[in-house]
């Protein structure tokens, strides 16, 4: 014969259902925020390492600029060295011209 119970069995075995499903949701909602953690942090590494790649690379470019006007300003100076001999010289030979002409 069949035991007639009042249901408090039952509703027990609701209950535990029910903890066991809100422990289970606690878990999995905690887990999901600990990864959204991870995932921000992750995000915001690559951030700063991008940043810091980004400023590498210009101060990299800065560098060969101020190598190629330092270049540049140095082949400036030689072309004006050479020319200053050239007019130097120009002067030298007219300075020759007119003295060989006044002793003629």
């Known amino acids: 014969m069949a035991r007639k119970g009042s249901g408090f069995g039952t509703a027990i075995k609701i ?3 029910i903890d066991r499903a809100q422990k289970q949701s606690a878990r999995e909602s905690e ?3 600990k990864q959204e953690e991870r995932d921000a942090i992750k995000l915001q590494r690559e ?3 991008n940043l ?4 590498k690379e ?3 470019a800065e ?3 101020i190598a190629e006007e330092k270049k540049q300003f140095k082949k400036n100076l030689e072309i004006a060295k050479l020319a200053f001999e050239n007019r130097c010289q120009e002067c030298k030979d007219l300075r020759h ?3 060989d002409q ?3």
């Open 63 to 65: 560098k060969l600029n």
């Open 31 to 33: 887990r999901r925020r």
């Open 58 to 60: 210009r101060r990299s």
């Open 97 to 99: 011209k007119f003295i």
């Open 47 to 49: 951030h700063e390492r």
């Open 15 to 17: 209950v535990k259902a």
């Open 52 to 55: 810091r790649e980004i400023e």
């Open 102 to 104: 006044e002793l003629k």
